[in-house]
């Protein structure tokens, strides 16, 4: 029974690359979330996919920061010409459907911009 | 705007007592309220869920409290740990988007 699986762990980018962050949910769930959490601050909510729809992507910068979820493969947060002030932990978590509120979070992704 | 706050200070406390943390919420009407451990550097555990329509949820060691009158959760942990040494985070739900905003935490620091 795999957990939230997110690749890779850690990630390194200099300023005006892209980044390129994946999700696969646990097994059985098809609603798939996007958090970051930057230094000493909370988990703030990104972005809500289900397969091939975007729910809610009220948390997500306007500019530079898109999200999928394709109908095979991982869900994919993206991040084009970072800066350092992207530099957070990026989580995923999954549930298995909208009326099931718990959601279960994979390990993260941490993204340092140098 | 919408505010969780959480013991800010770190809570110290002996092993075998129990702990309690306290999650308050303003300008905020959740459908639920979910609390998870963090270990350093790793993902959110999910611990509980507890609705607005009920009053006290436990699961072995722990216990929530959901107050909607005071805007108030507690979270309890019986006959504590070192291993409970974590921080715990409570983070509300409204039920039709189900994005959780999430509280800064509460350091839990049990001493054997």
């Known amino acids: 029974n795999a957990g939230v699986m997110q690749n890779p762990r850690h990630l390194v980018r200099r300023r005006g690359q892209e980044a390129r962050l994946r999700c696969s949910p646990m097994?059985?769930?098809?609603?798939v979330y996007w958090y970051r959490q930057l230094p000493e601050e909370g988990l703030k909510f990104m972005v809500y996919?289900?397969?091939?729809?975007?729910?809610?992507e009220s948390g997500m910068p306007k500019e530079r920061f898109s999200a999928e979820f394709p109908k095979e493969g991982p869900s994919i947060l993206r991040i084009q010409q970072v800066v350092r002030g992207d530099s957070a932990a990026y989580f995923c978590?999954?549930?298995?459907?909208?009326?099931?509120?718990?959601?279960?979070f994979g390990p993260g992704t941490r993204l340092t911009v140098t | 705007s919408q505010k969780i706050e959480q013991n800010s200070e770190a809570l110290n406390i002996q092993e075998g007592k129990t702990a309690t943390l306290t999650c308050n919420y303003t300008?905020?009407?959740?459908?639920?309220l979910q609390w998870y451990r963090q270990d350093p550097g790793r993902g959110p555990v999910f611990l509980l869920l507890?609705?607005?329509?009920?009053k006290e949820k436990r699961k072995e060691r722990l216990k929530v409290t959901f107050d909607t009158t005071l805007k108030q959760s507690l979270f309890h942990i019986t006959a504590s740990q070192p291993a409970d040494s974590a921080t715990y985070l409570c983070a509300l739900g409204d039920g039709a988007t189900n994005k959780l905003i999430f509280g800064t935490g509460t350091l839990l620091a049990v001493q054997p």
């Open positions: 978590a999954s549930s298995v459907d909208r009326a099931n509120y718990e959601q279960y």
């Open positions: 300008n905020y009407s959740p459908a639920y």
């Open positions: 996919l289900q397969k091939e729809n975007i729910i809610d």
């Open positions: 097994k059985g769930h098809s609603h």
């Open positions: 507890i609705r607005e329509n009920e």
